[in-house]
């Protein structure tokens, strides 16, 4: 029989108050047995236990295949594709006819992956021994475009000084830049550079088989430095980089600098980590990030008499267009170079286009496809020959604002009038050319030559009275 909280209160009560359990029942209609049961308050009602539903019972043969399941997800090292509980269970029905419920093989799941938790072992190093390095994103206003940066960091693992610089891209002319402005900046090279499996450092496998890259291998052996890898998706390995990463975000680039170029947000990056270094003191160290960068730069590798080219070096043919082409995009160099054969630096931000060693264009980089980036200047001695061609000419539409060339054409200038405006407009901006005008601007129409070393008044009479003294010897 079930009774209600109103009955177990009252057989309870009339119990306390004496009466026999005969009495009890005979009083509330209920049987004896029930009274016994609830009388001296050694159970209650509707106190039920807590339901403990039975599993089905797992085999062996059915743990050592879930087990062979996450052993191989571990080996393989997907992060995105790997072995879900449910396509275990799919596996076991299919493969072994297990005949119990889902969620009986996703308790044993989590269970088993939760067996052992992941410690983590704390790190020292002796100073000079190693560095961190790392990518990170960011957001800058260049130009007043919001655009996202690339930061290369690197932090010594003994003094926590840090180094931060920007690049368009995290290409292998970035990373090698970073390292060599790394070290420059540090004054010296640890002997280890700790980074995880990314493509640009690692040719094939990771950790401790990874194949490093030729040119990464280049600059180790150039500054003696080893280079040592992360196992996959082992943060922790570089934890002190990786805080270093977000700590910057949040400090140097909050709120959003304003910027007119990336090389202006790595000075400025570099500025903050000289602060950086000179304040601050860090939790746990034995003293500030000053005092012990100070000790560990004399532990560094000294650097090598040359600086490591970071650049892609490569000879292009200048084209009849007077352009050279690299990664699909063209570049513009001096009309008088058409058919020379020249050598082609690609800087992570800069071109730079060579011949026979000597430097004669240099554009900023550009990360598009097919583009074409002509320099204004040097096309202008083609242009003084053929005039027809100026206000078509694809060097002058990229160069000079539509509202000048309306006005160049308003004023019914001749071609070297023209090519003088240009000249003009690159130098002081078309706005000042546009309120002078060529003919009464203070600076284009100077045609006059000054020399600007004053030459002394030189008195001549000190000759005459030599020479009249030698007629007298004589």
Not at 408 to 427: G, L, N, S, T, V
Request: net charge neutral; proline share 5%.
């Amino acid at each position: 029989m079930v009774i209600t909280m109103e009955d177990y209160g009252k057989i309870r009560r009339l119990f306390t108050d004496g009466y026999s359990q005969r009495e009890i029942a005979r009083t509330l209609g209920i049987s004896r047995k029930t009274v016994r049961k609830y009388c001296r308050g050694d159970t209650i009602s509707e106190n039920r236990k807590t339901p403990e539903r039975v599993r089905t019972m797992l085999t062996d043969e059915n743990i050592s295949f879930i087990q062979k399941c996450l052993a191989e997800d571990a080996q393989e090292s997907l992060q995105k594709q790997h072995h879900t509980a449910r396509r275990i269970y799919t596996r076991l029905v299919e493969e072994m006819q297990f005949a119990g419920g889902e969620s009986t093989i996703r308790c044993k799941v989590r269970e088993l992956k939760n067996k052992l938790p992941e410690m983590y072992m704390p790190l020292a190093f002796y100073p000079g021994e190693a560095v961190q390095v790392d990518w990170g994103e960011a957001f800058v206003y260049n130009n007043g475009k919001k655009t996202r940066v690339n930061l290369f960091c690197a932090i010594l693992c003994d003094s926590g000084a840090p180094f931060v610089a920007a690049y368009s891209h995290q290409n292998e002319e970035s990373f090698l830049e970073g390292f060599v402005q790394a070290f420059d900046f540090f004054g010296g090279v640890p002997r280890k550079a700790i980074f995880d499996n990314a493509r640009v450092a690692v040719k094939s496998g990771y950790g401790s088989s990874a194949v490093v890259q030729p040119d990464y291998a280049k600059l180790a052996a150039h500054y003696a430095f080893e280079p040592v890898f992360c196992n996959p998706r082992k943060g922790n390995e570089k934890g002190l980089v990786e805080s270093l990463v977000g700590w910057c975000r949040r400090n140097f680039l909050v709120p959003l600098p304003h910027v007119e170029s990336i090389q202006q947000v790595s000075l400025m990056l570099k500025q903050n980590c000289e602060k950086y270094i000179d304040r601050r003191v860090i939790a746990g160290k034995p003293a500030s990030v000053s005092e012990m960068f100070a000790v560990e730069k004399r532990a560094l590798i000294p650097l090598p008499g040359y600086r490591f080219e970071t650049a892609k070096v490569c000879n292009v043919q200048v084209s009849r267009n007077a352009t050279v082409r690299f990664a699909t995009n063209e570049y513009s160099v001096p009309v008088k170079f058409c058919g020379y054969s020249v050598s082609l630096k690609a800087y992570p931000e800069i071109i730079q286009i060579y011949s026979e060693g000597t430097l004669i264009a240099e554009h900023k980089r550009s990360y598009g496809k097919h583009d074409t980036i002509y320099e204004l200047e040097h096309y202008l001695p083609i242009l003084e020959r053929k005039g027809r061609s100026i206000f078509n000419a694809a060097p002058v539409r990229q160069n000079i604002p539509y509202e000048f060339l309306e006005w160049i054409q308003r004023q019914d200038y001749e071609p070297k009038q023209i090519i003088q405006a240009f000249h003009c407009c690159a130098q002081y901006g078309y706005e000042s050319v546009m309120a002078y005008g060529i003919e009464d601007h203070p600076i284009c129409s100077a045609e006059e030559i000054f020399d600007p070393v004053n030459v002394p008044d030189i008195d001549l009479g000190c000759y005459d009275e030599l020479l009249e003294t030698t007629e007298v010897v004589r």
